[in-house]
């Protein structure tokens, strides 16, 4: 079965960077693309980032555009989520996402941008 599993969080200041990393098994991970979103306390989740199959297409939410850095290594099976100058807005729990027939996700992965 499709399994998504995050890690990386943790607690940052403000200015700080975080990477974060998504295991992906159970699916054809070099066919698909990838997703990264977030849900901030008290606010919708959000579509943070997206990258197409090769790795050569990506999409950012305006929010983090030329701060987040999304790749993905297709022999590890695995996709990337690099944060810098990270705000206290991006606070959030952030999720790994697949659409492979029907929407997957992983189990989240708290960021806290504090100070």
């Known amino acids: 079965q499709v399994q998504l599993v995050e890690s990386g969080g943790g607690l940052v200041q403000p200015g700080g960077s975080l990477r974060l990393s998504c295991a992906a098994s159970?699916?054809?991970?070099?066919?698909?693309?990838m997703n990264w979103y977030r849900r901030a306390p008290g606010k919708e989740r959000e579509l943070v980032a997206a990258?197409?199959?090769?790795?050569?297409?990506?999409n950012y939410a305006a929010t983090v555009k030329g701060r987040f850095t999304i790749s993905r290594d297709n022999a590890k099976k695995t996709v990337y989520l690099q944060m810098n100058s990270l705000k206290p807005e991006d606070t959030a729990v952030y999720y790994c996402?697949?659409?492979?027939?029907?929407?997957?996700w992983g189990q989240g992965t708290q960021v806290t941008v504090s100070s």
């Open positions: 996402n697949v659409f492979y027939g029907m929407g997957y």
């Open positions: 159970g699916f054809t991970f070099s066919s698909a693309t």
């Open positions: 990258v197409g199959s090769n790795g050569i297409w990506t």
